[in-house]
């Protein structure tokens, strides 16, 4: 059973253009947040987080939104750059339990120049 | 540049081999993991290091055994492998896995292994 999905494998956006990517989670106890990005042949590199006692959390062009009540997160990055292509991972944890991080299955961003 | 770095990059080893992954990272973490990132599917942990000491398996095969000499190095030894194990294993370290950890793992490039 999967506690963090990321229901779009893919998604492709014009540059210039606003990028959304979508989350959701199963699990009420999970309460910090967290977006990855990927590029081929290198390691998943840590992006932005959110805690849940925010309901948004911004770092230049990147802006993560967390809806508690329907334990869903957002990751918009504007404006969409050709750089940003990449796969990006939704990850959760518990920040004062067990603070495993559980995955999404990540979504393939195309930015198109 | 992580500050985490795998080696070998590409590994390809039939199935009645013995062969080894390692990782080390020098950001002076305390903390280390082993992940696995296979196609279409979330990155699975598999084990977990807090000073040497192995904190967490996560129901992984006992074909698989991590060894952790000291904080900086981590490894992966394979043997007797199925082809269902070809997979980016992907380690990772933090500076402690425990309360008040803010979660951000910093991953090393990833040994792509494939199990002929």
């Known amino acids: 059973d999967q506690q963090v999905k990321q229901n779009s494998p893919s998604l492709s956006v014009q540059e210039g253009r606003i990028s959304i990517l979508n989350c959701d989670y199963t699990?009420?106890?999970?309460?910090?947040f967290l977006w990855y990005k990927k590029y081929p042949a290198e390691g998943p590199t840590f992006l932005i987080s959110?805690?849940?006692?925010?309901d948004k959390n911004e770092d230049g062009r990147f802006t993560v939104f967390l809806n508690k009540s329907a334990k869903h997160l957002s990751l918009h990055i504007v404006p969409s750059q050709p750089g940003d292509s990449a796969v990006y991972f939704c990850a959760a944890s518990r920040l004062f339990g067990n603070e495993k991080l559980t995955f999404g299955t990540g979504t393939r961003l195309t930015i198109i120049p | 540049e992580t500050g985490v770095t795998q080696t070998p990059r590409h590994l390809v080893m039939g199935m009645t081999n013995k062969k080894s992954l390692k990782c080390e990272q020098h950001l002076g973490h305390n903390a280390m993991y082993w992940y696995k990132q296979s196609a279409k599917k979330p990155l699975e942990l598999m084990f977990v290091y807090n000073f040497k000491e192995q904190t967490e398996n996560n129901s992984v095969p006992s074909r698989f055994s991590p060894e952790c000499p000291n904080s900086s190095h981590l490894f992966l030894h394979l043997h007797t492998l199925q082809p269902e194990d070809s997979a980016l294993y992907l380690c990772a370290s933090s500076q402690e896995a425990g309360t008040g950890y803010t979660g951000e793992l910093f991953f090393g490039e990833g040994s792509r292994l494939t199990v002929l």
């Open positions: 699990n009420s106890m999970f309460d910090y």
């Open positions: 959110i805690s849940s006692i925010k």
